[in-house]
């Protein structure tokens, strides 16, 4: 993944700041789905943020979130979109 600076429309006098969310999926042989969700700042700036883990130079990690869930319980949801008192009970 590359980000070019030059690229992107410059206001005067301010940093150049940008979010970036990547979600990233596995699945085990006990049938667990996890979801892992890795929040960045991305930064022209290389100095340092007090509320971030630096990563790499003008990279940073805000925050990492694992969310589990069975396998069976989301194929069950995905059936049940279907009929609307049924998927109540599974949101």
């Known amino acids: 993944m590359y980000l070019v600076w030059r690229n ?3 206001i005067p006098n301010t940093q150049l700041l940008m979010l970036a969310n990547i979600d990233i999926l596995a699945f085990d042989l006990r049938g667990l789905r996890y979801t892992t969700r890795y929040q960045l700042l991305m930064s022209e700036n290389t100095g340092g943020y007090g509320f971030a883990t630096l990563l790499a130079p003008g990279l940073w990690l805000l925050s990492r979130t694992t969310k589990v ?4 319980l989301l194929r069950l949801r995905g059936r049940a979109k279907g009929i609307p008192l049924i998927a109540k009970l599974f949101k």
Not at 69 to 72: A, E, F, I, L
């Open 8 to 10: 992107v429309p410059r």
């Open 69 to 72: 869930q069975h396998q069976w």
